[in-house]
């Protein structure tokens, strides 16, 4: 996937990216420390740090890092970086799939994170790998291209294990070469059983900004699905740039959180380790009617 050049307005004062990745991630080169750097000099607040745990011994997370490891680090860095003002949160992004719900039901019982967000990706006897992927999904229909994919993301969003469910509609990634992105954006109704099966559940949506570093240039979801879900009653959302490169540190957040502010959402839903907080979106933000979300 190439990535898009140029810029993207930086994040500034914002309150929280609640999805990032240090160098405890198979795929990324950051250390905790350049991020917090970071955060000081944006303003940013808050920080959960949400490296990737794998369940599939074939995936690159698998045994990548240790909770162990992860949870020294970002605790570590915790306390090195509060008396500076930047908050930092022990999270962990999990990669969802029914065939291993309970594997990671296991996980989850034994380790406390402060923060969880549940992914969905190209698990590796999906269609979506990407020397599969094209050949599979040329000829299909939209529905049955993305059917797989949503199965599993509204099994994730039922379950009740995460606090979030990260870049909802990232299918749209490994399907470009496929489907144009209109095509994809035009099919809310398609992701309507995930939206459901969160605001049921009552687990938070989030934005994530790094769809803007993406050829589309379009958060994962984007603007009709973000609005869709608050149609059917979802109050809970979250927000992260999902930064694997330094360079990505809050890329494109600022406009996440407007994406959120302008389906209404004057608050994000945040959890550091006990009952859910409301974090407020900048007031610059706010769109004029807006109302609050959950807590
Ligand atoms: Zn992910
Ligand atoms: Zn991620």
């Known amino acids: 996937m190439t990535e898009v050049a140029g810029s993207q307005e930086p994040g500034r004062d914002l ?59 970002a605790r570590e860095a915790a306390e090195r970086w509060a008396p500076r003002g930047v908050l930092i949160r ?16 296991a996980h989850l019982a ?30 299909r229909p939209l529905a049955e291209a993305l059917g797989p994919y949503i199965a599993e993301i509204t099994a994730a969003a039922g379950s009740g294990l995460f ?30 059983p995930a939206l ?21 240039r379009e958060a994962y979801p984007g603007p009709p699905l973000v609005a869709r879900y608050r149609e059917l009653g979802g109050r809970a959302v979250t927000a992260g740039s999902d930064a694997h490169r330094t360079a990505h540190f809050a890329w494109a957040l600022e406009a996440g959180y407007r994406v959120l502010a302008e389906a209404g959402f004057t608050t994000l839903t945040f959890r550091r380790g006990g009952d859910r907080s409301a974090v407020e979106l900048p007031a610059r933000l706010r769109v004029p009617g807006a109302v609050g979300g959950v807590a």
């Open 196 to 216: 459901r099966a969160l605001v049921d559940s009552g687990t938070a949506l989030e934005v994530n900004s790094s769809g803007y570093r993406h050829p589309a």
């Open 90 to 105: 022990f999270g962990a992004e999990l990669t969802f799939n029914r065939s291993w719900e309970s594997e990671l039901r």
């Open 15 to 73: 309150p929280l990216d609640s999805h990032l990745h240090t160098d405890l991630s198979p795929d990324s080169d950051v250390p905790i420390d350049v991020y917090a750097a970071l955060a000081v000099e944006r303003g940013i607040a808050e920080l959960a740090i949400t490296d990737h745990v794998d369940f599939d011994a074939r995936d690159p997370a698998y045994d990548y890092a240790t909770f162990e490891d992860r949870e020294r680090s």
């Open 110 to 139: 034994r380790h406390r994170y402060d923060f969880t967000i549940g992914s969905v990706h190209d698990w590796p006897d999906s269609p979506y790998v990407p020397w599969r992927v094209q050949t599979w999904s040329t000829g």
């Open 163 to 192: 606090d979030t469910i990260g870049h909802l509609d990232v299918v749209r990634r490994y399907l470009d070469g496929t489907f144009s992105a209109p095509e994809i954006f035009g099919a809310v109704e398609l992701f309507e």
